[in-house]
């Protein structure tokens, strides 16, 4: 990565069209965000956003906390839907869906607006009130945004729970937030298969004990258990809904959101966004760093359970009056080329996915590519972890035909928009680096004594200004939102990568360097792996470890002991794969479980995961074993490699 030098300059064409054309540009607005972030920001958030009260102050900063905009209310849903009704995109598509059984509906500004005020007052008729928690687990459909926003909209804190996580992942999510009211679907098509949404929400609810109600959309039509009084049909509650719904307005720091996150200990965090801040640093880059114009199809293939869905499916793209595609299934369903010929179909001009999707399409081959046109696309994006440069070259060859710019977009749950990436008309990109930061967005490579490293030499990432976007807290456990992000360097954020800058000033982001694994873009935790392994009865001892794949980026491999009288099989480690399936989600099953006799562990205790790492990589552990209590249990597990 390091000797990679191509440089793609935008073109002359993109440039002239582009909601950002230049290089200076660029550089002005920036210099003007980080040496007077007060002006830049009052200034931007009057002009992207729509105010019901003004703010009477910009920031209110005491590390680690922060407070944008106060005094000043607004509405995100109103953001996102009200206030384009005015306009002429009353009528334009918002969003484009289609299904995965090839079923598609367009839905218009002026209609989801109604059914988003048709789902506030059902909301509200459930008891539900600004602050109160609701989950939501659904499927990629319309009402997933109808749901977030209308949430929004009353002021009900929403989290959203991807769909591939199982009931043991529900039940810590809810219970966590203690939401009164899960929102979920009979079930969702993936890989012509029924994922059973309504099932596992049942499997959750017996130890939910502050869920009132569930409301489900019927998208697939299997059978469902229904509970009375607890469970109500979506279309039921719409049908008496009424389709008007006064938005009240909210203090810029009203809670928007919970999005659990994987950490390095077993449970997940839950990232706390507000209203104002992360509507403002959502729309912002969805202006320039997608370029969006009101004649653009933007397809962000994320699932709204990510933080991507969220910044770049809905709240971003919506406020900027966007036409959004959406859509349910599986890349390779029924063939390797079902992306492609949606974005044929529906003239997808951006398109915005993730380096794991890419090294999909790479492997199953170009001919699925050459098949389709491609022709609607002017711009690609890239997100979810380091993109090799192979597949870069491969995305702007293939997909962009050497014609659209490619935006590499590093950025966190925590970050809650695009903190460092090129924007398209103004920013030389080089494959494998996400360039520069956005505006207001002052990166740092630094050593472990906090002093930024020289140029090409690796450190850890900081940010070391607030951002209108950032969280503001962990759910229910600021203390550890203070330990996980602040304490590194104190008062500086530390965002957990490690990172590089080249002679140019651009950022080269290596990945995680605390125990969080990144499996083809989903953040995995190795200690909530190892905390469900550990709970299968005959398990002893568990340690996680990432190798590097191909495909996946990293894949998981995990070494176990075993309690006594248990006996290795194969047909164990497929149990103990599909349980950590049951315990998390499909997404952490481990692709390789390994029985050791020990685990190599410090004088202190401490399992040594960097040996493990080394053994499961290079099949050979060569590191440091000074600090090994019991050598003999590296020949012991050296002896079951070979
Ligand atoms: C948006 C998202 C965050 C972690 C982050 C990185 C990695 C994301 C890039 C990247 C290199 C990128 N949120 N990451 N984007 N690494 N280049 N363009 O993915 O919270 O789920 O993950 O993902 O390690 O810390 S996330």
């Known amino acids: 990565m390091s000797r990679e030098s191509r440089i793609f300059k935008p ?150 729970i991807f769909g591939g996580f199982s009931a043991e992942a529900i039940k810590d999510r809810v219970n966590d937030c203690q939401a009164k009211l899960v929102i979920t679907a009979d079930g969702g098509w993936r890989r012509g298969k029924v994922v059973e949404l309504k099932t596992n929400v049942d499997r959750a609810l017996p130890h939910t004990p502050t ?18 009084r607890r469970d109500r049909w979506w279309h039921d509650l719409m049908a008496s809904a009424p389709i008007t719904h006064k938005a009240k307005a909210h203090d810029s720091e009203t809670p928007l959101f919970i999005l659990y996150t994987s950490g390095s200990t077993g449970k997940p965090k839950g990232v706390l966004h507000t209203s104002a801040g992360y509507l403002l640093g959502t729309t912002m880059t969805s202006h320039y760093v997608f370029d969006l114009k009101d004649t653009d199809v933007y397809w962000c293939t994320a699932d709204i359970g990510w933080i991507t869905g969220h910044s770049y499916v809905v709240y971003g793209p919506l406020s900027c009056g966007a036409t959004v595609l959406m859509y349910e299934g599986a890349p390779n369903q029924p063939e390797p080329d079902r992306f492609w010929s949606i974005i044929d179909k529906h003239g997808v001009t951006i398109f915005y996915t993730a380096p794991t999707a890419i090294r999909a399409f790479m492997r199953w081959g170009d001919d699925y590519v050459k098949k389709h046109s491609l022709a609607s696309l002017r711009l690609l994006g890239s997100v979810g972890e380091p993109i090799n440069p192979e597949a870069w070259m491969w995305y702007h060859t293939l997909i962009g035909k050497k014609r659209c710019p490619i935006v590499d977009t590093w950025w966190q749950t925590e970050t809650g928009a695009i903190m460092v990436t090129p924007l398209p008309g103004a920013i030389p990109t080089t494959p494998g680096s996400c360039t520069l930061p956005f505006f207001g967005v002052v990166p740092k490579v630094l050593d472990e004594k906090g002093v930024e490293v020289p140029v090409n030499s690796g450190g850890k990432l900081f940010l070391t200004q607030p951002w209108p976007s950032m969280l503001r807290t962990l759910w229910n456990d600021d203390d550890r939102f203070k330990k996980q992000y602040w304490s590194e360097i104190p008062g500086l954020y530390f965002c957990g990568d490690g990172a590089r800058k080249d002679k140019n000033g651009y950022l080269w982001v290596v990945g995680r360097i605390d125990d969080v694994l990144n499996v083809s873009g989903h953040r995995i935790g190795t200690a909530e792996v190892e905390s469900a392994l550990v709970s299968h009865p005959s398990v002893a001892e568990a340690a996680v470890v990432g190798r590097p794949d191909d495909l996946k980026g990293q894949a998981l491999v995990v070494f176990v002991t075993l309690k006594s009288g248990m006996v290795a099989s194969d047909a164990l480690k497929e149990q103990l794969r599909a349980h950590v399936g049951k315990e998390i989600g499909s997404l952490a099953k481990p692709d390789d479980v390994r029985f050791a006799a020990g685990l190599p562990k410090t004088r202190s205790g401490k399992i040594m995961r960097r040996l493990l790492k080394e053994l499961a990589t290079s099949g050979d552990i060569k590191g440091d074993t000074t600090t090994l209590e019991d050598f003999s249990i590296i020949t012991a597990l050296k002896a079951d490699e070979e």
Not at 108 to 119: G, K, M, P, S
Not at 211 to 228: C, S, Y
Request: hydrophobic share 45%; proline share 4%; aromatic share 10%.
């Open 211 to 228: 869920v009132q109600h569930v409301v489900v959309l019927k998208r697939t039509g299997n059978a469902v258990v229904m509970t009375e």
């Open 11 to 160: 073109s002359a064409e993109f440039k002239n069209q582009a909601n950002l054309g230049s290089y200076a540009t660029y550089r002005r607005l920036y210099l003007e965000s980080v040496n007077a972030p007060d002006r830049f920001w009052g200034k931007q958030a009057k002009q992207f956003l729509a105010w019901r009260k003004p703010f009477s102050s910009v920031l209110k900063w005491k590390a680690p906390h922060a407070k944008w905009f106060t005094g000043g209310q607004l509405n995100v849903s109103e953001n996102c839907l009200d206030r384009h009704l005015q306009t002429a995109r009353a009528n334009k598509a918002a969003i484009i869906f289609e299904g995965e059984p090839g079923d598609t509906r367009t839905i218009t500004y002026a209609q989801l607006q109604r059914e988003v005020c048709q789902f506030a007052n059902v909301l509200e008729s459930l008891g539900l009130r600004k602050g109160d928690r609701a989950a939501i687990y659904l499927p990629m459909v319309p009402e997933a945004a109808v749901a977030m926003l209308a949430c929004a909209r009353v002021g009900v804190i929403h989290t959203v």
